[in-house]
């Protein structure tokens, strides 16, 4: 079966750079969600996305931006990267609101130095 | 101020038996949904068991079980006939009725012993 589908899965920038990371949802999937996982932390919640509109926002830094495209893939942009945004980045897709669940990718690891 | 708290940071189990791993969360909803995932190595952050709060009965998927709780607001998950497979941080996690996100505990990890 598809699964959530993430890239890169692993990206070393420095600081002040910008990355961008993508998610690619399982098909028929129309809510994408991004999840950021410092070391040793629990994932923090940073936007959704249902339908190509925002969704719901949690603690996304200013720098950070994201969108839903027309066909339902999703992309994190961050800008002037900080040591402290090194993390895992998780996306994730559901149908509507994921009352079943949501399904994750396997992350994009980020490292800024 | 955080939701749901895993009181127990790393728990240890020996192969085939049984460990129990707590949550319990705060909510003033009388619906709202409640979920524990599964974190190995790897890292894929892998759905284990969901439960709908206005659901009486407690959730059941092979090995895995939860009690939940709603008057006490606990959700523990039950792993029976432990396998090393199992070893990964879990988390356990809730989200109120027509909202997005999860709110995730700080995690429990699972060690198996052979």
């Known amino acids: 079966a598809a699964g959530v589908i993430q890239s890169p899965r692993h990206l070393i920038k420095e600081k002040r750079e910008t990355a961008t990371l993508k998610c690619y949802p399982i098909?028929?999937?129309?809510?994408v969600y991004w999840y950021q996982q410092g070391p040793g932390q629990d994932p923090q919640f940073l936007i959704s996305?249902?339908?190509?509109?925002?969704?719901d926002k949690g603690s996304i830094p200013d720098r950070f931006s994201a969108q839903q495209f027309s066909d339902y893939h999703s992309e994190l942009n961050m800008s002037s990267l900080e040591l402290g945004d090194s993390a895992l980045y998780f996306c994730?897709?559901?149908?509507?609101?994921?009352?079943?669940?949501?399904?994750f990718g396997s992350g994009t690891r980020l490292t800024v130095v | 101020a955080q939701t749901v708290t895993q009181s127990q940071p790393e728990m240890s189990v020996q192969e085939a038996e049984t460990v129990t791993l707590s949550c319990t969360y705060d909510?003033?909803?009388?619906?709202?949904?409640l979920f524990w995932y599964k974190q190995p190595p790897s890292r894929q952050m892998i759905l284990v068991i969901r439960q709908e709060a206005y659901k009486q009965q407690n959730a059941t998927e092979n090995r895995f079980s939860v009690n939940f709780q709603k008057a006490a607001k606990s959700f523990s998950l039950k792993i029976s006939d432990s396998q090393l497979g199992d070893a990964a941080m879990y988390f356990c996690a809730y989200r109120r009725p027509n909202d997005y996100k999860l709110s995730f505990g700080a995690g429990t990890t699972v060690t198996v012993r052979a």
């Open positions: 909510t003033s909803e009388s619906d709202y949904y």
């Open positions: 098909p028929r999937h129309d809510t």
């Open positions: 994730a897709s559901s149908l509507g609101t994921g009352d079943y669940g949501y399904t």
């Open positions: 996305f249902y339908e190509k509109m925002q969704s």
